[in-house]
């Protein structure tokens, strides 16, 4: 009897259990309103699509499965699942359209560990992010960056002086250059030259953000309890290269604005943003409790605007030097509009922005052609949702695949030529062509609030080179051009792994132009 009582009771619980579960998979199947997931790759148990995520070049294998499954690739992964978009329009809905529901960002275990949660860009959708955005808002607005022109002006023509001396080291000089327009702004501080820590700190910084941010290079996203194994455990690189970079994320942001500080109470600071925020928590915030998290928001955002400020730059005009060797007829049009425009007097500013289309348009497709973030920046989904037919659940990781749009044929034919004529037309910029500007910065609320000092800076650097170098490429062994064989670095940034090129002066006039103005 007891026995019997024993297996009735272990039947009731098994049916309740059951039932359990299937009252489970009914509300969610209501919750997505009876819609399947998109299509995607094969998944696995436990692992889900995990093995699946490409190490090298992730953006082109997206691609790849955006033109077999459609504008919407979905990815089961062992935590937060991934959604790919494949289109601008795609994007436009879901970011722009229910900006409300899309524009958060999910939790890493590796910006943690690094110590670069404090990027507001990386932060979920929250009253903290809100905070952090109206402040970065501030500074570098479209009504306020020609503030910063004089310093641009400074950092771009001291680079051509640069490269008349030491033409081998191009690619440092250019990281030197961004480096300093942005130290400049945010910290009022010169940076002098190539070893200088400013350079070095933001690039193993920003380098450290840009591998941790490889989706599926590190399981520890996925698993987020081997993060409490020491260091060495097998599978546990993660915890070196955490530790690496760590140390450079702290200086990078803490170091510059500690300095400040003192040199405020010692009377020594220069106009920057940083010195105008702490001028303005001291006045509004000092001695009341709000004083310390208003401190914090403007160490971390003169923090983030130096670290992006630096690297998003740089990688566009290091591509942009790769497309000139490529494609040489460019640079030769771009000449003729520079000889006859800005004439042989003077070198170009900001203020021929709005004349020198065809340099305008150069600038544009430097951001198209080779995209800086070829993935952009994740967003997260924080309620069930429904698009195309498909259920797109809450915690959903959705990945808007940049490249693809930039490299889109219907939008842009020939993708793969670097082609400024695509945007003109009658030698005016054509509003009918999709600006590259509205995919390769960001979309709706999560846009990039730097934009604005970031395309000013890469179109006064493309006009002031062109006015007075040629781009020639640098041959290899067999008589090739060695920029043939360049690839791109992957990670969340991206950008070519060499330029190799030679800066040559394109007379003695342009040189005493380089000598009489830098």
Not at 162 to 168: D, I, R, V
Request: proline letters at 6%; a neutral charge; aromatic letters at 10%.
């Amino acid at each position: 009897m007891n026995e019997d009582h024993q297996n009735s009771s272990w039947t009731l619980q098994l049916g309740l259990l059951c039932l359990g579960l299937l009252g489970g998979i009914i509300w969610r199947r209501r919750a997505r309103g009876y819609f399947p997931l998109p299509p995607g790759p094969k998944s696995l148990p436990i692992l889900g699509s995990l093995l699946e995520l490409p190490e090298q070049e992730d953006w082109v294998k997206y691609s790849t499965w955006n033109r077999k499954y459609g504008d919407l690739v979905y990815l089961h992964l062992p935590r937060d699942s991934i959604l790919i978009l494949g289109t601008v329009q795609v994007a436009l809905d879901l970011f722009e359209k229910r900006s409300a529901i899309y524009s958060s960002r999910s939790y890493s275990v590796m910006d943690e560990l690094t110590m670069w949660d404090f990027n507001m860009g990386l932060m979920p959708y929250s009253n903290t992010w809100r905070m952090h955005r109206k402040a970065i808002h501030e500074h570098f607005h479209l009504g306020v960056v020609s503030r910063y022109e004089s310093i641009q002006l400074e950092a771009t023509r001291s680079f051509l002086q640069s490269a008349l001396e030491n033409p081998e080291d191009v690619k440092q000089h250019v990281r030197q250059m961004f480096t300093a327009m942005i130290v400049q702004a945010v910290y009022g501080k010169r940076v002098e030259n190539l070893n200088d820590e400013y350079v070095m700190t933001a690039q193993k910084a920003v380098e450290g953000l840009s591998q941790t941010h490889l989706p599926g290079k590190f399981w520890v996203e996925y698993f987020p309890l081997l993060r409490y194994l020491p260091a060495w455990v097998p599978g546990t690189r993660f915890q070196k290269v955490a530790s690496y970079y760590r140390r450079f994320v702290e200086d990078m942001r803490d170091v510059p604005f500690d300095l400040i500080k003192d040199d405020m109470a010692k009377g020594l600071a220069r106009d920057s943003i940083a010195q105008k925020m702490i001028r303005k928590l001291d006045d509004k915030y000092a001695g009341t409790p709000s004083y310390g998290e208003s401190e914090l928001i403007a160490r971390n955002i003169t923090g983030v605007a130096y670290a992006a400020g630096t690297d998003t730059t740089t990688s566009a005009a290091q591509s942009f030097l790769l497309a000139m060797v490529l494609f040489p007829h460019v640079q030769r049009e771009a000449q003729a509009e520079l000889d006859m425009l800005v004439g042989l007097s003077r070198l170009p500013d900001i203020g021929d922005l709005d004349s020198l289309h065809y340099i305008r348009a150069i600038a544009l497709e430097s951001l198209r052609w080779a995209p800086v973030l070829p993935l952009g920046v994740s967003h997260m989904l924080i309620v069930d949702d429904e698009y195309q037919g498909y259920s797109i659940p809450k915690g959903t990781v959705v990945i808007p695949n940049v490249w693809a749009m930039l490299h889109n044929p219907k939008d842009y034919p020939a993708p793969g030529e670097f082609d400024p004529r695509r945007y003109l037309k009658d030698g005016q910029l054509d509003p009918a062509v999709r600006s590259p500007l509205t995919i390769a910065f960001g979309f709706g609320r999560r846009i990039c609030p730097g934009r604005h000092f970031a395309f000013n800076s890469l179109f006064l650097f493309i006009a002031s080179v062109l006015h007075v170098y040629n781009i020639e490429a640098r041959l290899g062994p067999d008589g090739q051009p060695l920029a043939n064989r360049v690839r791109a670095t992957s990670g969340l940034f991206s950008s070519p792994e060499v330029v190799p090129c030679d800066f040559v002066v394109r007379s003695e006039r342009a040189k005493q132009l380089i000598l009489n103005e830098a």
